[in-house]
């Protein structure tokens, strides 16, 4: 290679663009892979020095550089923070040295221990986006400024204009992704039904929806056990040929957009907390839809296998719609504090399930505006199949709320009922033998919301302790608006693990003997264990800086 004066400004200036890049593809795959895959970022380090390079023989040949400074730069990477890029002092000094304006260097707050090294003082690389342009002295001093108060202020955010990702931004990839999972999910329903679209007569009789609703409140109409398809079905159409109505998709996506804008800004129960719930779904749904052990022409293991849900596309759309629309309009706090302050939802609601029957009763008010007459037209096109859609979301729903005593008792018998060895197996009849996988889907179904429904605790680490401090955040300041008597942080780590022990691994054991989830169970049960063990070793701490986070914030808000 030819030796560059300027290759400190060069690496700098390719690093910047190689992170450009990255978050440009994490933010583009976000509307197919789902929500968070934006969350994904990159650290970089960069140190200038001597180094040796040359071609390694064998059967993959390949240039290398090997020395002293490979290793340190690779510790400023470790060392560093997502979504920046980290400098050795000699690196920053040949950047300050080429007095470029666009890119420049900022002196990190600690100094920072590397390996073989000791304490090293070093720099984050800031830089605007204009590349070369040209500005006034006066400006470029004030914009360089402001991303120096950034870059000071803390230490693992990012520091550059273009890394700035717009909260509108965030929510319209969010509903794109919505949208194309749910469109999916229904051309799955119309394609069973052998891709006729719905028929004027259809669209014109779903005008009397209103009218179709439950009499009493959503939790009267829960049932122990859900009808199913009794026996395999194949789709007469395939799904992917199916094409939605243009109005019927228009209609989709102002459902959803309506939803986002229907759930109260809670750091925790949120519209991302929606998205992400339904991604979970939608990833068990796949493992119960094709799990590795049966090959698709098998259709009748794979139909008994799954309790009849492999056969029920209806089922699979109204789960994942009923991801969506779960916690909508949650008003940030427990069902208990809402019953205490006597609210009008714990008065309408008897005060049982007070969050979850509202959400029910919000989402479906929307769904029966006339506005959306050709969407419900495509979902259900007789009263048969529009009672079973209001079933399957009800009983989902009702399944999150997981406080309630009673709703875990009839929960908790219905399981011993349906996977209890004693009952294993013991089927008498085929009417009996339906009975037995109606319930077993119905157990299913539940168990699936419930593990999305705090999935971040099955998730890696630093998507755990993400969420986790939301709710924290959102329970804390329930505390100081003084609607808790009690602080959370006092109880919030022994909590925690209370949590983890009787709720979270109990759960993704009965995932993983439900035995309809794949290699999902096994996965979900691990990452639980592992961020049991993780918070029991740095719980506590985290606790204190998840509530001197929250009053930093606040204190800059007022």
């Known amino acids: 290679p030819e030796k560059r004066a300027d290759h400190a400004i060069l690496m700098a200036r390719f690093a910047r663009d190689c992170l450009r890049k990255m978050l440009h593809v994490v933010r583009k795959l976000e509307v197919r892979l789902g929500p968070d895959t934006a969350d994904l970022g990159m650290r970089i380090g960069i140190h200038s020095g001597p180094v040796t390079a040359g071609v390694l023989r064998g059967e993959k040949a390949r240039f290398q550089l090997f020395g002293d400074t490979v290793n340190t730069a690779a510790r400023m990477e470790s060392a560093g923070a997502k979504n920046k890029i980290h400098l050795t002092e000699e690196s920053a000094e040949l950047i300050r040295a080429a007095g470029h304006k666009d890119i420049w260097t900022v002196p ?3 100094q920072v221990e590397a390996k073989g090294k000791g304490k090293m003082q070093t720099y984050w690389l800031a830089y605007t986006s204009q590349g070369g342009k040209s500005e006034s002295s006066a400006g470029t001093q004030q914009h360089r400024d402001s991303i120096l108060s950034m870059v000071s202020d803390v230490d693992d955010t990012s520091t550059t204009e273009f890394l700035e990702d717009s909260t ?5 990839r969010s509903i ?13 329903v119309v394609a069973m039904r052998g891709g006729i679209q719905p028929s004027m007569d259809a669209v014109s009789k779903q005008q ?32 992917s040929d199916i094409a939605l109505p243009p109005q019927v998709f228009i209609q989709l996506r102002d459902f959803v957009k309506t939803i986002a804008s229907m759930y109260q800004h809670n750091p925790f129960h949120s519209f991302e907390h929606a998205m992400h719930v339904t991604q979970s779904v939608t990833k068990l749904l796949t493992r119960v839809v094709a799990p590795d052990v049966f090959s698709e022409s098998d259709q009748t293991k794979l139909h008994q296998y799954t309790y009849g849900i492999t056969s029920d596309p209806m089922a699979q759309f109204a789960v994942a719609f009923s991801a969506l629309i779960h916690d909508v309009d949650h008003p940030g706090v427990s069902n208990a504090t809402l019953v205490k302050e ?8 008897k005060n049982k399930s007070v969050a979850e029957q509202n959400s029910v009763d919000v989402a479906w008010e929307l769904l029966a505006e006339p506005y959306y007459v050709e969407l419900r037209a495509c979902i259900f096109t007789n009263d048969s199949e529009y009672h079973r859609f209001r079933q399957l979301v009800v009983n989902t729903v009702m399944a999150t709320d997981i406080v309630d005593k009673e709703l875990g008792a009839a929960r908790k018998k219905r399981w011993e009922a349906a996977f209890a060895e004693s009952v294993v197996n013991s089927s008498n009849g085929d009417s009996e033998a339906v009975l037995d996988a109606n319930r077993k889907a119905t157990i299913v179904i539940e168990h699936l919301i419930q593990a999305s429904d705090v999935a971040h605790t099955m998730q890696h ?21 003084g609607r808790a008597d009690k602080d959370p942080a006092e109880g919030w780590y022994k909590g925690e693990l209370g949590f983890f022990d009787f709720y979270i691994i109990p759960l993704a054991k009965k995932l993983k003997e439900c035995q309809v989830f794949g290699v999902a169970s096994e996965e979900y049960l691990l990452y639980a264990e592992a961020n049991r063990r993780e918070w029991e070793e740095k719980g506590a701490e985290l606790v204190k800086d998840y509530v001197a986070r929250y009053k930093l914030a606040h204190s800059r808000c007022s």
């Open 108 to 110: 990190r707050k600690e």
């Open 168 to 172: 509108q931004k965030k929510l319209d």
């Open 176 to 188: 794109d992704w919505g949208v194309d999972i749910l469109q999916r999910l229904l051309k799955r």
């Open 208 to 239: 009397e929806l209103p009218s179709l609703a439950g009499s009493g409140a959503p939790l009267e109409e829960v049932k122990d056990i859900i009808e199913l398809p009794s026996q395999e079905r194949v789709y007469p159409v395939n799904p």
């Open 342 to 349: 006597q609210a009008s939802t714990a008065v309408l609601y």
């Open 461 to 481: 680490w630093h998507v755990y302790l993400k969420w986790n401090q939301r709710f924290f955040n959102e329970c804390y300041k329930g505390y100081l608006e």
